[in-house]
């Protein structure tokens, strides 16, 4: 892959300090830099100047970016573009990265740090090999963001937090309800990250017993234990130079909880039955559905562990509160399926999407990426209807009049508190369809 000396830039801003300081900062780091004073010069220059990569400010005189963003997608050939945007003006910049196709964006005043990392990712996206092209395919249109969409404002700071810790090597602790998105939001730290062009490892500590979950994370070697035929590697080896996931970290057993805690602070491994420690080069995530500091208080997530990965905590809200960002998460999975079935669906019905944002999701997006997908399947092309929905999805949810007690809770006389307890919880879950997280957050 070529070095960033031979890699172009061209730099768009109005405010001429502005940008001959852009100029010479990216200069410096050896690419090769063009500027232009706003979006109309920039689309003259280009014509002779082939830029790997575009820094654009939005706000401009003649031709602003957003407009220069829509001419070279129109055009069919935009390199990876990064938006500068000012503070606290981050809900023009998600839109423009979800709307126009944009790599990401850099909050002012900018962080040579993060700018040079995603600098360096977006010039190699330009520039992938062969071998890469299926994650050119998935990048290409959405920038790092995949399914992920908003321009709420719980999202926008999901976005902000995500920008602001993914260059750095500090590990993070993703929380929310199944089917949230912690994984994604994993895999956008580590694309943006100086461990990107490392491996990407991530593990359910949830998955496996405790004598599985020893060997799978620290790796094992022959005859450490019956049935270990051959020296094997753990997850934190295979993530050497990259990053490592534990998902469901709150499942984990005590005990592995524990040599996990030596592992982060020493920085070394040993294989089950080895005597020689592997110096480790990894970043650390974690996820959870659980609200740790619950966990911690109950047992389930030792406290100095929980002090370890909580370095940078990033929360996701569930579904149910992203009425607003529905129609785009909508918009970004079908981009996702189409892709994956190789189908042409432009969209969803009124109706459709009507019942959508009367639904409570508690599967949250993984439970609306299964309902698109089956849509995308059915209908093909055009756009999704009722029709191709099952029908059950269409029947309202219990809200049954007040005079009703369909939706309450009766106890015979003489029934004993315990009894009255149980009642109610079985009930609520009921309502939730199982829900354990929603039902608590009903019954306080």
Not at 100 to 111: C, H, M, N, R, S
Not at 219 to 233: D, L, P, Q, V
Not at 323 to 352: F, M, Q, W, Y
Request: aromatic share 4%; hydrophobic share 40%; charged share 25%.
């Amino acid at each position: 892959m070529e070095g960033p000396s031979r890699r172009r830039v061209l730099i768009v801003d109005d405010e001429e300090s502005q940008r001959d300081g852009l100029a010479t900062l990216v200069g410096g780091w050896g690419y090769a830099v063009e500027t232009a004073a706003d979006g109309q010069e920039a689309l003259e220059k280009l014509e002779a100047f082939q830029a790997h990569v575009i820094i654009t400010d939005l706000n401009m005189p003649r031709l602003d970016g957003f407009e220069l963003l829509r001419r070279l997608r129109e055009q069919g050939h935009a390199p990876p573009t990064i938006v500068l945007t000012a503070f606290g003006s981050i809900e023009n910049a998600v839109a423009t990265v979800h709307d126009l196709g944009a790599f990401w964006f850099v909050e002012k005043p900018i962080q040579a740090h993060a700018l040079q990392v995603l600098l360096g990712r977006a010039a190699e996206q330009s520039s992938l090999s062969a071998e890469k092209e299926r994650l050119l395919r998935r990048l290409a249109h959405s920038g790092v963001l995949g399914e992920m969409a908003g321009r709420s404002k719980a999202m926008q700071q999901v976005f902000a937090m995500i920008q602001q810790v993914a260059p750095s090597r500090a590990s993070v602790l993703i929380t929310g309800e199944s089917g949230t998105g912690k994984e994604m939001v994993a895999q956008t730290i580590h694309k943006l990250s100086t461990a990107s062009a490392g491996p990407f490892v991530a593990i359910n500590c949830a998955a496996l017993p405790e004598t599985l979950m020893e060997s799978e994370l620290f790796g094992h070697e022959r005859g450490a234990f019956t049935g270990a035929a051959e020296r094997r590697a753990g997850c934190f080896e295979l993530a050497q130079g990259g990053t490592l996931l534990l998902d469901e970290i709150g499942e984990m057993q005590p005990s592995i909880q524990a040599k996990l805690l030596r592992v982060l602070e020493d920085g070394k491994v040993r294989r089950l039955g080895a005597k020689a420690e592997v110096q480790l080069d990894v970043r650390v995530l974690a996820a959870t559905n659980k609200v740790p500091e619950e966990a911690v208080s109950r047992g389930q997530l030792r406290q100095d562990l929980y002090y370890r990965l909580n370095v940078f905590h990033i929360a996701l809200p569930p579904l149910r509160a992203l009425k607003e960002d529905l129609p785009l998460i909508t918009e970004a999975l079908l981009r996702e399926l189409n892709k994956k079935h190789s189908c042409r669906v432009s969209g969803v019905s009124p109706e459709v999407m009507e019942r959508f944002l009367e639904h409570d999701w508690p599967g949250n997006v993984r439970e609306l990426r299964n309902v698109l997908e089956r849509g995308v399947i059915v209908a093909g092309e055009g756009t999704i209807a009722r029709s191709h929905l099952p029908t059950s999805f269409f029947k309202p949810q219990a809200t049954p009049p007040a005079e009703s007690d369909d939706n309450g809770v009766s106890f015979r006389v003489g029934a004993t508190v315990a009894e009255a307890e149980k009642g109610l919880i079985l009930k609520t879950l009921e309502h939730t369809r199982n829900n354990k997280t929603r039902a608590a957050e009903i019954l306080g």
